[in-house]
Nanobody
Framework: QAQLVESGGGLVQAGGSLRLSCAAS????????TGWFRQAPGKEREFVAF????????YYADSVQGRFTISRDNAKNTAWLQMNSLKPEDTAVYYCAARSTSRAVVITPTLPSDYDYWGQGTQVTVSS
């Protein structure tokens, strides 16, 4: 079973940047695609970004396209979410998730149920 630990959250002013990290342990990271989700108070968990296990393909929610960048390094068992031009509406708990490559192919897995393992989340707060 894979364990995922997010870090890098915090408080930032609008227009600022943060870089979230997702460190994996327990299983080789290279057998899993990685996604980032976020959940604001009173709202459902929503998809943010996805990267395939080789890092060749990425996909973003429209709300973050052009501002956020997902990446990974399998040798380091780590994925990142670089967040630039942050807005107050980006405030949420951000979660890293892993999807086994043994599952049926989904080109753009954007549902929480598409993923097998989750981290505990890291809070991102953007002040106006």
């Amino acid at each position: 079973q894979a364990q995922l630990v997010e870090s890098g959250g915090g408080l930032v002013q609008a227009g600022g940047s943060l870089r979230l990290s997702c460190a994996a342990s327990g299983r080789t990271f290279s057998g899993y695609a990685t996604g980032w989700f976020r959940q604001a108070p009173g709202k459902e968990r929503e998809f943010v970004a996805f990267v395939t296990w080789r890092g060749a393909f990425t996909y973003y929610a429209d709300s973050v396209q052009g501002r956020f960048t997902i990446s990974r390094d399998n040798a380091k068992n780590t994925a990142w979410l670089q967040m630039n031009s942050l807005k107050p509406e980006d405030t949420a708990v951000y979660y890293c998730a892993a999807r086994s490559t043994s599952r049926a192919v989904v080109i753009t897995p954007t549902l929480p149920s598409d993923y097998d393992y989750w981290g505990q989340g890291t809070q991102v707060t953007v002040s106006s």
